[in-house]
């Protein structure tokens, strides 16, 4: 007799079945199923960090050469050939922070304009809590590093699309949490 196996349809939402713990190979072959023709060829990973409550954000180089220069971020970058958004964004982490987070969640993935390239981006976001490893943390990217409320989003410069995700994020916790 066949053993069958049922699979939750996204990680995001069978995450919250089994607290995201998923065999890497799941992970990659889910990934390379979502690529198809249509999907954009520009990859960027990013981290919702969490830190005690808090967003954790960069204020970006005032550099015309990437994107988005001085204003406030989440950390992340492209991905390298060849490499699926869950090593991706643990390799952005801790090459701008210095540090290794415990475990990230996988949350979704926003496909978006970027001027500065002149492509369609696809950008995977995940999810962190930093309160274990902040105390080792190391800004090597970037201008300056905040945790910040929520509330205080609303009156810093954000990217847009780094704002709706950060928007769609505390919605999500906020119907979670109650």
């Given amino acids: 007799m066949s053993r069958k196996k049922i699979l939750d349809c996204t990680i ?12 890497k190979k799941l992970v990659k072959d889910l990934y390379r199923y979502e690529m198809t023709d249509k999907t954009p060829k520009m990859q960027t990973s990013h981290a919702i960090l969490m830190l005690s409550g808090k967003y954790v954000l960069q204020l970006r180089d005032d550099k015309p050469s990437i994107s988005a220069p001085g204003e406030w971020s989440l950390f992340g970058g492209m991905l390298n050939d060849g490499e699926v958004p869950s090593e991706g964004i643990k390799r952005e982490i801790f090459e701008e922070l210095n540090i290794k987070p415990q475990h990230y969640r996988a949350l979704w993935y926003m496909d978006y ?3 500065l390239e002149k492509k369609d981006v696809r ?3 995940f999810e962190a809590e930093v309160d274990k490893v902040w105390g080792a943390h190391k800004l090597n990217e970037g201008k300056d590093v905040k945790a910040l409320s929520y509330h205080e989003l609303k009156d810093i410069k954000i990217p847009d699309v780094m704002r709706k995700a950060l928007e769609r994020h505390h919605k999500e916790r906020e119907r979670i949490n109650g």
């Fill in 12 to 23: 995001r939402f069978g995450g919250y079945l089994n607290n995201w713990n998923f065999d």
């Fill in 113 to 115: 304009y970027l001027p």
């Fill in 123 to 125: 950008t995977w976001l």
